[in-house]
């Protein structure tokens, strides 16, 4: 695999760019072919796309340039701003302002469909069973999509349900298929190419961030974890303040849908030491009440708890926390809640590889079994603790309010 214009000796490339070259994908993002072709991969910091050069239907003189080069997934469909929103399996992408004008799908955070690649998804989900390659031609373009899928649901632990989702909120504020249609893309680009005066990307803006599972997914420590936490109590103040919990509100009644409640650390009394040996409390942003750890919930939060928090938020009683905010929290304790999740679901795995053995559930046991090898590849594992998702703008929050230009 090649990078544009680079040439063995010809240039020093740094740790990181490096790195990038051994990680980046081996499927071109627009024709999906996979062989052994010279592939160019993308300038973008954090971007892994490669593409064949014929794909992009660039001059060798473009190639052959020390150019900064970011591919069209960095820039919105509709007006070329920055995009904010990406379809998982071609270069389409939106901003923030054109989302609500655009045939897009969100799925799991910025991160969805496009309507000419959701139809191709919906219908290996229902006809080719999405795990199942075969449904397509192999040496055709929908054949290779389907390859490439294959890999990016793995990858993304997407599942039939998800996909299932989209068509169910369709109405929803989250998924946005309405308006401006999009015109079937061919396999070549035929933009001219960017030409900035500054080749490096200007930081994010302060955007708000939402209120929604998936950021608070980011943030969220479960009992088992705070107690492998405690036993680092050095750092433990700084890692879980401005983290979410999920506290018991009555523990006689922990079926109740009212039984439990997010709430936000703000700070932490009584850690371990030599000279104390009392339980660990936590302190919240709104209510004035101490909670021990042994009060916390080691289950997943529900939508409802998400959406009370929101109300908590939207009303004044807590304040919004930025983009910005979100994403140094969520790298300060994403090793440690991924070690976690990752450990708790190898101890799973066996069990729901079992029960799909015996009911002949085919395709879960595939992907049970895929699972498995993922988590225990120690690359793949490195890659999930230091991966930290987008986080997702206020702009996509339900009820979320908008300017007059918006």
Known sequence: ????????????????????YEICEQFCFVCKDLGDHSYYYCDYPGCLKVYHPECL???????????YWACDWHTCYNCSEASAFYCYTCKYAVCPRCVHDSEFSLVRGRYGFCSKCLDIVQVLEEHGKGYDLGFFDPNRYYGRFESYYKTIRIKQGLRSRD???????????????TKRKREPEEE????????????????????????VPENIELLYLRKGLIRELLKQPESFEEKVVGCYVR?????????????????QIKGVKNLPSSETNGDTVLQFTDVPEET????????????EECKILREKVVSGQLERPTITDLEKKAKIIVKDRMNYKIDKELALLPHLIDRANEKGWRGDLFDYIERRRILKDP??????????????NYMVEPGAIFGPND
């Not at 169910?168 to 298929?177: K, L, P, T």
């Not at 035929?190 to 302060?206: G, T």
């Not at 009644?253 to 439990?260: A, I, K, P, Q």
């Not at 690359?379 to 997702?392: A, C, D």
């Open 1 to 20: 695999m090649e990078k544009k214009g680079e040439v063995s000796g010809e240039k020093n490339a740094v740790a990181a760019v490096a790195n990038k």
């Open 379 to 392: 690359s793949e594992r490195q890659k999930m603790l230091e991966y930290v998702p987008n986080i997702v």
């Open 188 to 211: 070549t680009e035929n933009k001219s190419p960017r030409k900035d005066e500054d080749p490096v990307p200007l930081p994010l803006p302060l955007y708000d961030a939402a209120i």
């Open 57 to 67: 239907n660039k001059d060798e003189s473009f190639w052959g340039s020390e150019v």
């Open 247 to 263: 506290i018991i509100l009555n523990p006689k009644d922990r079926r109740s849908l009212h039984s439990f409640r997010l709430m």
């Open 292 to 303: 021990s750890v042994n009060d916390l919930s080691e289950g997943d939060f529900t939508e």
């Open 163 to 177: 996909i299932r989702a989209v068509k169910d909120r369709s109405n929803n504020s989250v998924s946005y298929n």
